[in-house]
Every structure is written in structure tokens, then in C-alpha cells.
Nanobody, 119 residues
Framework: VQLVESGGGLVQAGGSLRLSCAASGITFRINDMGWYRQAPGKQRELVAE????????NYADSVKGRFTISRDNAKNTMYLQMNSLKPEDTAVYYC?????????????WGQGTQVTVSS
């Protein structure tokens, strides 16, 4: 399983970035997917998640109305469009692919991509 994030970088507050997560080695279309982030000294937290068919989407309250998660099952790729970025969005963003099998969470993580928002 390989999940490769891209699209991170340095942006000024109010700016936008689009993250991508390219998946290989898994049957992408049957995996639920999520974006998580971890800031220095803080625990990893859920940013947004999307079901395998793309019909169920959840966002952290802190990003609602600013971030949009999407996926293209034909391209085995998930996206995170981030608008109106704030300095508190600065973190390493991770892609997560998972399934719930007999009540057990089975998943894989990408290596992360750094997002830095300057004030």
C-alpha cells in the first residue's frame, strides 16, 4: 500500500492550497478516506473524511466552510481544497485510507505533506 501526498507548501493567511493523495496497492474505491493533520506539540486530528462512494462527508468544525474534500475513484486520488487558510492550519497533513472489517479499523497512512500558513 502506498499513499503519496502532494500540494503542501508555504502560503499567506487567506490563501489557498490543494492537497492530493495518490493511492496504489489498494482497491481505492472500497476504502473510506480521510485527511488528518498534526501540528507541533499536538495530537493528530481529523480534518475531513469521505466514504468510499463519496456520498458521506464529515469535516472538523475548525475547517467547515473553508475546506472541501473530494475523491476521484477512477484516478485513485483524493483531494483537499483548502481556502481562507489561517496560521492555525499550519501542520503536517496526512492521507489515511481505511476499512472497517468486522468492527476492526484497518488502515494505511501517507508520509505527510507540510502546510505552513504565514500571518
Amino acid at each position: 500500500v502506498q499513499l503519496v501526498e502532494s500540494g503542501g507548501g508555504l502560503v499567506q493567511a487567506g490563501g489557498s492550497l490543494r492537497l492530493s493523495c495518490a493511492a496504489s496497492g489498494i482497491t481505492f474505491r472500497i476504502n473510506d478516506m480521510g485527511w488528518y493533520r498534526q501540528a507541533p506539540g499536538k495530537q493528530r486530528e481529523l480534518v475531513a473524511e469521505i466514504s468510499s462512494g463519496g456520498d458521506i462527508i464529515n469535516y472538523a468544525d475548525s475547517v467547515k466552510g473553508r475546506f472541501t474534500i473530494s475523491r476521484d475513484n477512477a484516478k485513485n486520488t483524493m483531494y483537499l481544497q483548502m481556502n481562507s487558510l489561517k496560521p492555525e492550519d499550519t501542520a503536517v497533513y496526512y492521507c489515511h485510507a481505511y476499512k472497517i472489517v468486522l468492527g476492526v479499523h484497518i488502515g494505511s497512512w501517507g508520509q505527510g505533506t507540510q502546510v505552513t500558513v504565514s500571518s
